[in-house]
């Protein structure tokens, strides 16, 4: 049983166009995260949220919108697709420590296996 | 803010060779640091992390890194190459807030 799942695993479609890509884990964990992986294999966080709220949104455009429906899920639409929205996306969750500064990462965060996108 | 630095984009060994793979960080913090590793087509495992306590931090895989407060660094090492281990290798540092920064990833090769 894969523990953080992402569909599709690959998606082409038109710029212009609106997209989404979905994420479950089953790890009982509450924290969940978007990243971006571009061409460069650079990893940046977009968005993280804890017990289905928004705690990280980082400068991403708002063509971007997450939504997780309970503390297992957590989406992501794109909406009027753009070249440089190519990329690979990872989904990927922790169980946030309660120690240290700042709820800081404590624990692994389990990955996805990452969801293609291709915009032409 | 916290950040990490991976020196080399690109590192080279042979299979049986010592393997190097450096990362200093940036943090007004205690920092909490992680090795990751990116096989192909795959999505990313921890090797190994370091929070508090000894300095000298076991993962999987037979890699190991250490925790130079003096020299901001964390890199990671393996005494003997495989041709499997072969992949992208991401320094990461937990940021305050919740959130895992990564390096830019070094991609290590081996040749036989």
């Known amino acids: 049983d894969t523990a953080v799942s992402q569909t599709p695993k690959y998606l082409v479609t038109q710029m212009g166009n609106d997209k989404s890509i979905k994420c479950e884990q089953n790890l009982g964990h509450d924290t969940m995260y978007w990243y971006k992986q571009d061409s460069k294999k650079f990893l940046k966080i977009m968005f993280s949220y804890n017990n289905k709220e928004l705690i990280i949104n980082e400068t991403v455009p708002n063509r971007f919108s997450p939504k997780s429906p309970d503390k297992a899920h957590l989406n992501l639409h794109i909406n009027s697709l753009e070249l440089g929205d190519s990329a690979v996306y990872f989904c990927?969750?922790?169980?946030?420590?309660?120690?240290?500064?700042?709820?800081?990462?404590?624990?692994?965060?389990?990955f996805g296996e990452g969801s293609r996108l291709t915009v032409l | 803010a916290q950040s990490v630095t991976q020196l080399g984009s690109h590192v080279s060994v042979s299979e049986g060779a010592l393997v190097l793979l450096r990362c200093n960080y940036s943090?007004?913090?205690?920092?909490?640091l992680f090795w990751y590793v990116q096989y192909p087509n795959q999505g990313l495992q921890l090797l190994l992390k370091y929070t508090t306590g000894a300095t000298l931090v076991k993962g999987i895989n037979g890699f190991e890194a250490e925790f130079k407060k003096s020299e901001t660094s964390f890199h990671l090492t393996k005494p003997s190459a495989h041709m499997s281990d072969a992949a992208e290798y991401f320094c990461a540092v937990s940021e305050i807030g919740t959130a895992l920064i990564f390096g830019k990833g070094t991609t290590l090769s081996v040749s036989s």
């Open positions: 943090s007004s913090v205690p920092p909490y």
């Open positions: 990927a969750s922790t169980q946030t420590g309660t120690g240290g500064l700042g709820g800081r990462i404590t624990g692994e965060l389990f």
